[in-house]
């Protein structure tokens, strides 16, 4: 905790977009695989995005693919989400997490580092 440093989350209406960015605050994670994942009220974390250390595989759960799509500037140490159509169901905290590997992954139980979360709310 503390090493991961979310922002860009807020208030939209439903069709709108928004960038979520990671970054990190004082380890370089430019190695590790990084994800996304959101917490809706009353219900489990759950995975949304991961990227491998080169950027090059990403993998989405399958109620944001198309719309979403995860992307990193190693130069920056920075992870974005990028969301675009979004939806009411979209609403909940947004994660950033990091784990010690090149591969990204969608089981949160394989990430080292978590983010505080960024609150993301689409108004319908």
């Known amino acids: 905790q503390g090493q991961l440093v979310e922002s860009g989350g807020g208030l939209v209406q439903a069709g709108g977009s928004l960038r979520l960015s990671c970054a990190a605050a004082?380890?370089?994670?430019?190695?590790?695989?990084m994800g996304w994942f959101r917490q809706a009220p009353g219900k489990e974390r759950e995975f949304v995005a991961t990227?491998?250390?080169?950027?090059?595989?990403?993998y989405y759960a399958e109620s944001v693919k198309v719309r979403f799509t995860i992307s990193r500037d190693k130069a920056k140490n920075t992870v974005y989400l990028q969301m675009n159509s979004l939806k009411p169901e979209d609403t909940g905290v947004y994660y950033c997490a990091a784990r010690i590997s090149s591969r990204g992954s969608a089981s949160e139980d394989e990430y080292d580092y978590w983010g505080q979360g960024t609150q993301v709310t689409v108004s319908s």
């Open positions: 004082k380890h370089t994670f430019g190695n590790y695989g």
């Open positions: 990227t491998s250390w080169s950027g090059d595989i990403t």
